[in-house]
Each structure stands twice: as structure tokens, then as C-alpha cells.
């Protein structure tokens, strides 16, 4: 006779049994999940990025999809949505997803629920929701239908502590949005051979191609890029994101530093506020950057980054004003050194940055049994 199992027995015995590891295609369906979110990291805000994946019994993935952007289907939801279009609504059996399933009706209705209407045996959590009102809440109410949930945190084996921290570094901004009220600082730092800030004569930028791309993933990234007027004046940037496609659409805020008790119009000149128009740039002056953090929060952003000079960097290191420093330094010969330093134990940087094809479509997961990953 087949062994009955309560929800948290379930969780318990399997624990045991697998104490050696996550399967290989609950692990492989994390990273899926973890490689579609990131599409969409920089379209989210004020919501997280979240992927889903959704197999079958036999570990084939059924349909991979990710949260796009604050009042559409979360990522669940929309799996599920494309398992049903597609047929495959029966053969859902392991739903892996990178954040707890909300359990609140928000701009869409909780995701639990819609989770308990399928067939599904067990559901694969990456965190758990860091808002302190939602926090365990999905996973509580799973739990109660008697389905077996899986947190990564409670599991033992290797890939599971892996994911979980990949999953940890993909809502870092988020969990630092909804538990402090503030947005997340990524400092920017570009350095010549010599440790020196500043290009050349008649040169915007001294990095490789390589770091150059990498800047431009994480432009694409963000919700704001901060900077100075010096910077404005001397380098005229455009601070677009080039070297990758670009959310479509896409609107960022460009602060601008100044202690000068100016205007805007006064401290920038009128054709570069033209040029950043055009570009989507919404332009915002702060006096004082210690309200930077707050400022941002105002504005739904979740992560911002900055692209300044020595001085303005300066500031933000002298106020402690930053969570990640990401310096890029020119070698000799072949490609720059990068270094990242960061004050958290989960940093969005370091996942982006390893997963280097995320912002390409044509290399996201192919040949998915039913995908309908746009
Ligand atoms: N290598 C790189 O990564 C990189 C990146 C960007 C720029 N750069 C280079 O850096 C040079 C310019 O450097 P920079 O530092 O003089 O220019 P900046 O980026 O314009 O920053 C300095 C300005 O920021 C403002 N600021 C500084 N601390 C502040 C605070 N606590 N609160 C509010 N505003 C504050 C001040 O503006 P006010 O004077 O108006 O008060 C200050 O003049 C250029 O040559 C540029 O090419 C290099």
C-alpha cells in the first residue's frame, strides 16, 4: 500500500529521501525560471521579477513563463494560462517558481488559489516573499489543501542552497524596496590602467567592448540612472541602453546631483534636456543625496544605478549610500578586471552578470513542449 502523506509529512519524507539533492529537473527548471525573470528585471517595478515553470510527471517542462510588468498576470498565472491555452492543463504535476505565490487579490487575483484549481502534486518555492504583510502566506495556504510545498531554504542538498540564493540575488531590490522603503544603489566605476576616472581627451569611455555590454545589461536593468553635472557637461551621455535590446517603451528617471541652489534649467543646458527627453529620460535634480534612496522610492523605482565622476562617487561613498560597487579596470592587455563588492548577502549584480544571454530572446529556453514564452 502506497504511504499517505500529510503536506508537511510530505515535505519531511522527502527531505529524507533526497536529503542528496534537488532532482535534476526541478534543479534545471529553476534556472529556466531564474533566466526568464531576468528578461524581465527593469519592467517589474514597484512588483519583483518572478519566474514559473510548470512539468509534468515525468519532469518535462510543460511551459516557462515570468512576470512582465505591475498589473499583468504574475508569473504563475500566466503559466498557467499558457498550459491551459496549449492543452497540457491535465499533465501539471511540479510547479517551480522563484517567489512564494502571492495569496492576496492585488491588481490580480492571489496565485495560491489558482494554484489549488489544478491538478498540480508539488509546488517548488525559490523564497519566500519578503513583504513583511505576505511573507509565508501563499505557502500556508498551499499547504492547507494539502499539496506538498518545497522551500529551497529548507532543503539541504547543494543545487537546492544554489537556486535559492540565485533566487535570493534576483529580488534583492525588491526585498530592499518593501522591508526598508528605499531603493536599491548600484555604483558604476570605470578605471584606466593607471586607477584614474577620467577618459581621455575626446573619449566618452576607456572599457572593453565586454565591460561596455555589461553596463548596458545592467542599464536595461534599472529604473533610474543617477549622475552629476560635470559628468552632463563634459561627457554629454545618453545613457541609453544600447548594446542590448532594450524593454520596449521603456521610461527611466535621470537624477541629477547638484548642492548648487539652482534649477534644473540652470545647471543643466537646454539642449541636453532635450536629448534625454527624447531618449524617455524623465529628469529629476536632488540637492541631497541622502534622500536619493527615499526619492527613488517615491517614484516606484526599484533599483537604480549610478554613472557619475570621482566627486559625485565620493559623496555616495563618504555617506555609505550604496549596496553593490562594481568597478571595471583597465588591464594592460586583454579584457578588464571587474570587481564587485557588496553590503548584502544577496546581490542582483552577480546574478546578472553570470547569466550573460538572458537579454537575448533567441537564447532563452527553446524547444519547451508547449512554450508560449513571448
Ligand atoms: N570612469 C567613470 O566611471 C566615469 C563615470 C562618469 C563620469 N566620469 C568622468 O568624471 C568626470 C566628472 O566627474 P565629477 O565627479 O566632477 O562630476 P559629476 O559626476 O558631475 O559629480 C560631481 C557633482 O555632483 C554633485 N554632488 C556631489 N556630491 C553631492 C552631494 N552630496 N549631494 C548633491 N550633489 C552632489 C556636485 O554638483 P554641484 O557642483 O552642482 O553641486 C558635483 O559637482 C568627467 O571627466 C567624466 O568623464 C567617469
Not at 105 to 114: M, Q
Not at 196 to 206: A, D, R, V
Amino acid at each position: 500500500m502506497q504511504a499517505r502523506f500529510s503536506s508537511d509529512a510530505k515535505t519531511e519524507h522527502f527531505k529524507r529521501k533526497e536529503e542528496v539533492d534537488l532532482p535534476d529537473a526541478i534543479s534545471d527548471a529553476f534556472s529556466y525560471a531564474i533566466q526568464e525573470a531576468l528578461f524581465y528585471v527593469g519592467r517589474t517595478a514597484p512588483n519583483p521579477p518572478v519566474g514559473c515553470v510548470i512539468l509534468d510527471r515525468q519532469g518535462k517542462i510543460l511551459t516557462v513563463a515570468a512576470h512582465h510588468q505591475a498589473g499583468q498576470l504574475h508569473a504563475e498565472a500566466l503559466a498557467l494560462q499558457q498550459c491551459r491555452k496549449l492543452g497540457c492543463w491535465d499533465k501539471i504535476y511540479d510547479v517551480v517558481v522563484t517567489l512564494e505565490p502571492c495569496n492576496h487579490t492585488g491588481l490580480t487575483p492571489p496565485c495560491s488559489e489558482a494554484l489549488l484549481k489544478t491538478p498540480v502534486h508539488r509546488i517548488w518555492i525559490g523564497v519566500n516573499d519578503p513583504n513583511p504583510n505576505v511573507y509565508g502566506a501563499g505557502n500556508e495556504r498551499i499547504k492547507q489543501d494539502g499539496k506538498a510545498v518545497f522551500l529551497l531554504k529548507d532543503l539541504p542538498g547543494k543545487k537546492a542552497q544554489y537556486w535559492y540564493e540565485k533566487c535570493n540575488d534576483l529580488i534583492a531590490p525588491f526585498a530592499k524596496f518593501v522591508t526598508e522603503r528605499k531603493a536599491w544603489i548600484t555604483i558604476k566605476q570605470a578605471l584606466n590602467v593607471s586607477g584614474s576616472m577620467i577618459p581621455p581627451k575626446g573619449n566618452k569611455t576607456f572599457t572593453s567592448f565586454t565591460s561596455l555590454y555589461q553596463v548596458h545589461q545592467l542599464r536595461r536593468g534599472t529604473e533610474a540612472i543617477i549622475t552629476g553635472p560635470n559628468t552632463i557637461k563634459q561627457d554629454w551621455p545618453s545613457f541609453t541602453v544600447r548594446h542590448v535590446s532594450d524593454h520596449i517603451g521603456k521610461e527611466r528617471l535621470l537624477i541629477i546631483c547638484s548642492k548648487k541652489d539652482q534649477s534644473l534649467e540652470e545647471i543643466i543646458p537646454f539642449e541636453y534636456f532635450e536629448k534625454a527627453r527624447n531618449n524617455n529620460f524623465k529628469i529629476l535634480l536632488c540637492a541631497n543625496i541622502e534622500t536619493l534612496p527615499f526619492l527613488l522610492y517615491e517614484h516606484k523605482v526599484l533599483w537604480g544605478m549610478v554613472e557619475g565622476g570621482p566627486q559625485l562617487l565620493h559623496s555616495f561613498r563618504q555617506k555609505h549610500l550604496w549596496d553593490e560597487w562594481l568597478i571595471f579596470r583597465k588591464q594592460n592587455k586583454g579584457e578588464d578586471q571587474v570587481k564587485l563588492i557588496s553590503n548584502h548577502q544577496a546581490f542582483p549584480t552577480r546574478l546578472l552578470l553570470s547569466q550573460s544571454s538572458f537579454a537575448n530572446s533567441s537564447k532563452r529556453k527553446k524547444g519547451v513542449l508547449c512554450s508560449l514564452v513571448s
